[in-house]
């Protein structure tokens, strides 16, 4: 599973390399994935996201707007998945693919009633919560407007932290190898 995972985040980052002009809707699309509370079970891109931030060092692209491409795609994924949770309430731990995983709405319920709004910033840097935090805020009514600053915040700092990752390991390499 994992090779498979591997490979299809290596054929992304070869796309965006070799098509530089769809980095940022690439990005887009892989942060807003990656913060669906369905989608996000399915498909984990972070590590594609590490691998197009290398390419911001080592290919030319311009950091600016695949970063606010990234934290909109983001911000974006967790609204819907917010709204969802709004619209469907509790049964949507019900709701295929959540419900092969019946522990991720109560985790996060005991998230959100431990952390608050500060949970929606904490939960974006965290595998499954990231889209059940959301999810899970949506479904417990919190207050729309605190969940948005929350969301918008913290997704241009976790879009900001994943691709400058990469670039700084692509920096890292190429001065430990002189090139």
């Given at each position: 599973?994992?090779?498979?995972?591997?490979?299809?985040g290596q054929q992304i980052?070869?796309?965006?390399?070799?098509?530089?002009?769809?980095?940022?809707?690439?990005?887009?699309?892989?942060?807003?994935?990656?913060?669906?509370?369905?989608?996000?079970?399915?498909?984990?891109?972070?590590?594609?996201?590490?691998?197009?931030?290398?390419?911001?060092?080592?290919?030319?692209?311009?950091?600016?707007?695949?970063?606010?491409?990234?934290?909109?795609?983001a911000a974006l994924g967790?609204?819907?998945?917010?709204?969802?949770?709004?619209?469907?309430?509790?049964?949507?731990?019900?709701?295929?693919?959540?419900?092969?995983?019946p522990d991720l709405i109560?985790?996060?319920?005991?998230?959100?009633?431990?952390?608050?709004?500060?949970?929606?910033?904490?939960?974006?840097?965290?595998?499954?919560?990231?889209?059940?935090?959301?999810?899970?805020?949506?479904?417990?009514?919190?207050?729309?407007?605190?969940?948005?600053?929350?969301?918008?915040?913290?997704?241009?700092?976790?879009?900001?932290?994943?691709?400058?990752?990469?670039?700084?390991?692509?920096?890292?390499?190429?001065?430990?190898?002189?090139?």
């Open positions: 599973m994992f090779d498979a995972l591997e490979a299809y980052i070869d796309f965006v390399r070799e098509h530089k002009a769809w980095a940022a809707p690439v990005v887009f699309a892989l942060a807003f994935g990656e913060s669906l509370a369905f989608i996000s079970l399915l498909i984990p891109a972070w590590a594609a996201l590490v691998g197009i931030g290398v390419l911001i060092g080592s290919s030319g692209l311009n950091f600016w707007p695949i970063w606010v491409a990234g934290a909109i795609g967790d609204w819907l998945s917010y709204w969802v949770g709004g619209k469907l309430g509790p049964p949507v731990a019900h709701v295929w693919p959540l419900s092969r995983h109560p985790k996060g319920e005991r998230f959100m009633t431990k952390w608050g709004v500060l949970g929606i910033f904490i939960g974006r840097f965290f595998g499954p919560l990231r889209a059940s935090v959301p999810l899970v805020a949506g479904i417990f009514k919190m207050p729309y407007w605190r969940f948005q600053f929350a969301n918008f915040t913290s997704a241009f700092v976790w879009a900001g932290v994943l691709l400058t990752l990469g670039d700084v390991v692509s920096k890292i390499f190429k001065w430990a190898w002189g090139g």
